[in-house]
Nanobody
Framework: QVQLVESGGGLVQPGGSLRLSCAAS????????MRWYRQAPGKERELVAY????????TYADSVKGRFTISRDNAKNTVYLQMNSLKPEDTAVYIC?????????WGQGTQVTVSS
């Protein structure tokens, strides 16, 4: 079955960096676009970043553009989110997503907390 497992979250100071990973299995990873979402307390889930199956055309929410970079390694069935210049408002659960056979597949999420 489809599985998405995030890792790399944690506590980081403002201005710091963190790299999230999402390991995928149960589907042909290289055939699917991947997305990172986040959900902060009291806020709706937000699409943070998107990348095509081939790794082309990465796109970002305005709130993270210039600070975050999405990438993927199809040989490792893994998508990454490099987060730089982190701000307290980036604090959220970060969730990996793929639409496989027209169904949204979600990881369990990894907590990112930006605080002094």
């Amino acid at each position: 079955q489809v599985q998405l497992v995030e890792s790399g979250g944690g506590l980081v100071q403002p201005g710091g960096s963190l790299r999230l990973s999402c390991a995928a299995s149960g589907f042909t990873f290289s055939s699917y676009a991947m997305r990172w979402y986040r959900q902060a307390p009291g806020k709706e889930r937000e699409l943070v970043a998107y990348i095509t199956a081939a790794g082309n055309s990465p796109t970002y929410a305005d709130s993270v553009k210039g600070r975050f970079t999405i990438s993927r390694d199809n040989a490792k069935n893994t998508v990454y989110l490099q987060m730089n210049s982190l701000k307290p408002e980036d604090t959220a659960v970060y969730i990996c997503n793929a639409v496989v056979f027209y169904i949204h597949r979600w990881g369990q999420g990894t907590q990112v907390t930006v605080s002094s």
